[in-house]
């Protein structure tokens, strides 16, 4: 029982976690299998609001808050994880840019088709050398008499080739660190922009991830998002917002997995009687279900602050940081709890298993959250 949770947003969570077992569950263990971009259930996502939740209504988005978003996140990946990474970021990055720092025209383009799904949006930072070192970008934007050319490579894009618009930093200020980046809108099909096959990853096979490049991709003049040289900063705002639905993806994972091994160790029986009664088993339950619910506590508290205005750098970091934490330990605990059926794909722990790995890596690694977190806890001090 979420007792935080207003009546009406546990009746939004109720529907959508109907809509996630009917009708995405039952399409994820093929789409793994073959993998390919789910355009039809994102499709009905879109229809139900999930594509554009806090996007406001006049730009065609749900018009709902930051704690809503992170509730029905949590039930898309409980249903599966490729769905929700899609939604996490086509949500969290692309649109709430756009939202806080578009300009009025940028926002009438684009916010309508994306919130409605009927456009997927990109975020692209990582470069094949540089992921955690977000600031050691190489990719150049240059002026020229009525716009930019983009040159450089991005990697590990989430819905690449897929996706119609691609926020992508760029540096406009060779000396400027992380003051010399800028920020682009750039829309598929736009000519020097190229994909790269899309990677054979470990697990969430239907969120397509490619590489790009770009060479003399020219750009029309505001194709500028946000101020000149201030795109990392925009990034860094925005991850924060973005690693609040990793940590809601994360605990949906992970509560996927949890009911499956409670389901499984209910009715397996070993030394005549369900494995649950031993203790072995119970105690690993009772942790899983311990940080669970921790880590859902920490997003949602963060959300809750963030919806208040308040600046969530720490505790987004700490949600994501626990909740992607939590999530590769449950879902090993499942595998673990399930034995040799854990380990099979008869059973979808094993795909939880795997899907979760990257919680602790994409949006920022474990190592960078708990920098951020460490940076934050010295700047709150020596204030
Ligand atoms: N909010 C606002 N401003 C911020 C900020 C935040 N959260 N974080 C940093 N800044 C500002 C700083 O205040 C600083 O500004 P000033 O110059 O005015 O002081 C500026 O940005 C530079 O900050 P740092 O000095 O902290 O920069 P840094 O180079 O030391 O790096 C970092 C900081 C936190 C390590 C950063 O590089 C980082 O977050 N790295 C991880 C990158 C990441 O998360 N990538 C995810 C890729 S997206 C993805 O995975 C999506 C997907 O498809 C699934």
Same mark, same amino acid.
């Given at each position: ?7 009406? @947003? ?7 976690? %109907? ?20 355009? #039809?259930? @994102? ?7 999930? @594509?554009?939740? *806090? ?36 949500? =969290?990055?692309?649109? $709430? ?34 992921? $955690?070192?977000?600031? !050691? ?7 020229? !008499? ?29 000396? =400027? =660190? ?34 790009? $490049? ?6 029309? /003049? ?14 860094? $705002?925005?991850? /924060? ?18 009911? !499956? ?7 397996? %029986? ?14 690993? @339950?009772?942790?899983?279900? *311990? ?42 605990? !499942? ?44 700047? #709150?001090?020596?204030?």
């Amino acid at each position: 029982m979420d007792l935080a949770l207003s009546e009406e @947003l546990q009746l939004m969570q109720r529907s959508v976690r %109907e809509f996630a077992r009917e009708q995405i569950y039952p399409v994820a263990g093929e789409l793994d299998r073959n993998p390919r971009f789910p355009w #039809e259930t @994102l499709g009905q996502m879109g229809e139900l609001g999930l @594509l554009g939740v *806090t996007t406001p209504e006049e730009y065609g988005g749900a018009g709902l808050d930051v704690l809503s978003y992170v509730v029905l996140l949590e039930e898309i990946a409980a249903a599966d994880a490729a769905h929700s990474t899609i939604m996490a970021v086509t949500n =969290g990055l692309p649109q $709430s840019m756009l939202v806080t720092y578009g300009t009025e025209e940028q926002k009438r383009r684009y916010l309508p088709r994306l919130a409605s799904g009927e456009w997927i949006g990109a975020f692209c930072l990582s470069e094949p050398h540089c992921g $955690s070192d977000a600031a !050691a970008i190489r990719t150049t934007a240059r002026r020229t !008499a009525d716009g930019w050319v983009l040159d450089g490579s991005k990697a590990w894009i989430t819905s690449g080739g897929e996706a119609q618009l691609y926020v992508v930093m760029a540096k406009t200020d060779e000396k =400027g =660190g992380p003051r010399g980046i800028s920020c682009f809108l750039v829309e598929k099909g736009t000519a020097g922009m190229e994909f790269g096959k899309p990677e054979e990853k470990l697990g969430q096979h239907a969120a397509i991830t490619t590489g790009i $490049s770009f060479e003399g991709c020219e750009l029309p /003049d505001d194709a500028l998002l946000g101020p000149e040289n201030q795109g990392f900063i925009l990034s860094m $705002s925005s991850l /924060d917002g973005g690693r609040l639905g990793i940590a809601a993806q994360s605990v949906g994972i992970a509560r996927a997995a949890f009911e !499956a091994a409670l389901d499984y160790a209910s009715e397996r %029986e070993s030394f005549g009687e369900p494995i649950r009664e031993h203790q072995g088993v119970q105690f690993k @339950l009772a942790d899983m279900a *311990t940080r669970i619910e921790a880590a859902r506590l920490l997003t949602y508290k963060a959300a809750w602050l963030r919806d208040r205005g308040y600046r969530v750098t720490r505790e987004a970091s700490m949600a994501k940081l626990f909740a992607s934490e939590t999530a590769t330990f449950v879902t090993d605990a !499942a595998v673990q709890i399930f034995g040799g059926y854990g380990y099979s794909r008869d059973y979808p722990v094993e795909r939880y298993f795997r899907d979760a790995r990257v919680t602790t890596i994409y949006e920022g690694t474990s190592e960078i959250q708990r920098m951020v977190i460490g940076r934050q806890l010295y700047r #709150e001090r020596e204030r």
